[in-house]
């Protein structure tokens, strides 16, 4: 079925596609507008496509230098929490996304931030007010060491009004990504 106007429980499942008004509120903040294709996802082992085989095909416009990858900083815990941010939520909060232009909030890592305190994820959430959002007594968008008083991971485990992020196409809280959140919120000093 083809529509403009989206479509909820696509095949019989909870997922809704949005319409395609929606769809280009999270697709215009990343460049090339196809999700999942950044240079720090791609720098991964396994199977291709990587950001080495890419390269290696002469598939990049702009290849990074041979034998370059840009991994996602710190330990398992605060990789897998990044490495969610940026590819969950980093196309929208960013200078080009749709919030970008009013919110001072940026989830997507840059090839160029080498240090977890310089990333934009850092210097944007941890221990930095909310601009607009407030809910049960929550003010900050990371409460280091506090997952439960952090707006971020509030938001991510809210479904079914505005609070919920992300606020298209989903229904139900990825718990994997949560806990990923979760864990590495708690880990901070």
Known sequence: ???TEGAANVLGTTHDVPSSKDCTLCHNGEPGRVLGFSAIQLSKSGPPPTLTSLASAGSLTVPPPAG????????PAT???LGY??????????PHGWPGSFLSQHLRLNVAERTLET???????VNQPTQWFRAAGITDRIVAGDPDHSAIAYRMADRGDSAQMPPKATKQVDS?????VRSWISSLP
């Open 119 to 125: 990333t934009a994820i850092w210097t944007s959430t």
């Open 68 to 75: 370059v990858d840009y991994p996602v900083l710190g330990d």
């Open 79 to 81: 990789a897998a929490a």
């Open 85 to 94: 941010l940026h590819a969950n939520c980093g196309h929208c909060h960013n």
């Open 176 to 180: 994997v990504g949560l806990a990923a």
């Open 1 to 3: 079925m083809e529509t």
